[in-house]
């Protein structure tokens, strides 16, 4: 194994392990498997990239901190030469943590300073100017990401936000120097780690920034950000003739297929509303949850008793339904009835025949790809942005875990039929 990624949660793993899979156009990627959690046992030889899908983004810092020191532990022991720290392209924590906590703990693991932090995404709209995060022509804090149920991002200033939860002072390489190339690149994070700067922000605005950040770090032991930070690494791995460059193999799995949707990110209430008008969908009331009057049961009936390909069950609802479900029944209690809920339905459901599973939101996925005990994901080719068909190696199941505010309008259908062999556009 070349590169070693550590996951904050499942639908970010399966973004970056897509970018990893992909690799620049004309050169292809590498051969990914995404794991649940840390596996118990060695990954198979032919790995390139394995990436440790861990539940940590919104769990207590010190649990995140153990929980990542252990999947670190268990990539270096797969022989892997660069390991990344994986987190939202919209740089999801709280002042408590856990991207500051996982980042510090990671690198002094390591022993290094200097380590770049980029959450830059510009395919989907996330870029990092000066420090500062925006979602297309917004800052991260008027974005929608204000609104978050569990990790509200009040503030789009990345050093600030990040100083927070960090111990040592946080640095930035700013888009000048980033435009100088690699070797200045490189200079930045040295003299930044010289200052005693952990975990230091940098600035992109194109895939091309991007490259160059990667290119700049072919040699770096740690890097962390969103799945962008990965664009370049492959080629790395392949100029080296450590890798030779292939692209993922197709996937077609028949049979039934649902939807799950727990994300109340903008883009996922946005799909509803366009799935809603061609297909059934059932709106879970979160007082019927916690009551108990909306069950697995319910859920089930719903989904299978639809002729329609495309059943969707939800729980997303706007940011004022979410805070009032919150006011009333608590932020965790809520989302651990949801989640819960939403894992033991897509487990009936794979018991009772179905094949093929939609899921949108990060925790939502998370709880089912855990529920579903599927073994190491393999990686398959990509649906929209950010969104692979990932396949099951103990059960036959094709999955589509989509980031909140990842997908086109139309992703809900489009990505069941992807997941049947249709091909991705
Ligand atoms: N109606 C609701 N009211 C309150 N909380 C809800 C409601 N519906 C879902 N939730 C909770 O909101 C959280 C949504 O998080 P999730 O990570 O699944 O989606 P997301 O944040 O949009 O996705 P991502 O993390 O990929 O951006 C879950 O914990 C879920 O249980
Ligand atoms: O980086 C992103 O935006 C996604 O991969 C993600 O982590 C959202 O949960």
Known sequence: ?????????????GDIANTLAKGLPGQGGLKVSQFMGVPGEDAPKDIEAGVVS????????????????????WLQAQGCRQIVFKYCSTFDSTPEGNIGPVGEALANALGVSGVVACPAFPTVGRTVHQGHLFVHDRLLSESGMENHPLTPMTDPDLRRWLARQCQAPVGLVAAPVVRRGPEAIRDALREAGDRGEILVIADAAT??????????????????????????????????????????SPVAIAGPGAILAGSCSRATLGQIEHHAKDHPTLAIAVGDVMSGAVTVATLCEFLQGSADPAPLVYSSGKPEDVAAAQAQFGREAVAEKLDALFAETARALVAKGVTRLVVAGGETSGAVAQALDLG????????????????GERHRVALALKSGNFGGPDFFARALSALAGDAPR
């Open 54 to 73: 861990l539940k940590s983004r919104s769990i207590p810092a010190a649990e995140a901190v153990a929980q990542s020191l252990a999947a670190l532990a």
């Open 1 to 13: 194994m070349l590169i070693g990624v550590i996951a904050d949660d499942f639908t970010g793993a």
């Open 207 to 248: 895939d091309d920034d991007l490259v160059a950040l990667g290119e700049a770090l072919a040699d770096a032991p740690f890097l962390t950000g969103g799945s962008g930070i990965a664009i370049g690494l492959p080629a790395n791995f392949i100029a080296k003739g450590h890798a030779q460059g292939r692209n993922p």
């Open 376 to 391: 190491a994901l393999t990686v398959g080719p990509e649906i929209d942005p950010g969104v692979p068909i990932l396949t």
